[in-house]
């Protein structure tokens, strides 16, 4: 069965650090794109960052390039979100997800990022970045 377990979510304050892990099992990691998301009360998922062993990213939001990382660890199955420079608006419940390696496009935002994209999700960790 394929799972998704995201974890590392805390309380921060504005320029502070986190680091997410999500820790997978069932399936093979270099076989799939792996997604981080966000979704913050009366907002709209927002695709963060993801990542595959077989290409396609890593891509970032505009809103959280160079302050996030997004990484793999093969041989532990887990993916990895650093979040640095935390702002504020960064509060959201953060979400990992399993999905297909789609095909790069040439302009306008890449389809990996689009949440809908994706199959196989895990349970939230929240994020809460204080003034």
């Known amino acids: 069965d394929v799972q998704l377990q995201a974890s590392g979510g805390g309380f921060v304050q504005t320029g502070g650090s986190l680091r997410l892990s999500c820790a997978t099992s069932?399936?093979?990691?270099?076989?799939?794109?792996i997604g981080w998301f966000r979704q913050a009360p009366g907002r709209e998922r927002e695709g963060v960052s993801c990542i595959s062993s077989r290409g396609g990213g890593p891509y970032y939001a505009d809103s959280v390039k160079g302050r996030f990382t997004i990484s793999s660890d093969n041989a532990k199955n887990t993916v990895y979100l650093q979040m640095n420079s935390l702002k504020p608006e960064d509060t959201a419940v953060y979400y990992c997800?399993?999905?297909?390696?789609?095909?790069?496009?040439?302009?306008?935002?890449?389809?990996?990022?689009?949440?809908?994209?994706?199959?196989?999700w895990g349970q939230g960790t929240l994020v809460t970045v204080s003034s």
């Open positions: 997800a399993a999905g297909p390696i789609l095909h790069p496009v040439d302009a306008g935002p890449p389809p990996q990022l689009d949440f809908r994209n994706y199959d196989h």
């Open positions: 069932g399936f093979n990691l270099v076989d799939y794109a």
